[in-house]
């Protein structure tokens, strides 16, 4: 039996800052998570974290 587990996907928070949708790989060796376009590497954690802190919220504003 196998069992099959599905890595989330996370687009890359500094590429998605720049409106460019980059989707984040996953490295299973360092169980981080990686960018293709940049030079982002991170945790899960850091990935949200990142997200919080350079994708500016919708509901900011005046
Ligand atoms: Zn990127």
Same mark, same amino acid.
């Given at each position: 039996?196998?069992?099959e587990?599905?890595?989330?996907? *996370?687009?890359?928070?500094?590429?998605?800052?720049? %409106?460019?949708?980059?989707? @984040?790989?996953?490295?299973?060796?360092? !169980?981080?998570?990686?960018?293709?376009?940049?030079? *982002?590497?991170?945790?899960?954690?850091?990935?949200? %974290?990142?997200?919080?802190? @350079?994708?500016?919220?919708?509901?900011? !504003?005046?």
């Amino acid at each position: 039996m196998q069992d099959e587990k599905i890595e989330e996907i *996370f687009r890359c928070p500094y590429c998605l800052a720049k %409106e460019v949708d980059i989707s @984040l790989l996953f490295d299973e060796a360092k !169980g981080e998570y990686y960018c293709v376009r940049c030079c *982002f590497v991170g945790t899960k954690q850091e990935v949200f %974290e990142a997200c919080d802190r @350079l994708i500016p919220h919708p509901k900011s !504003g005046h």
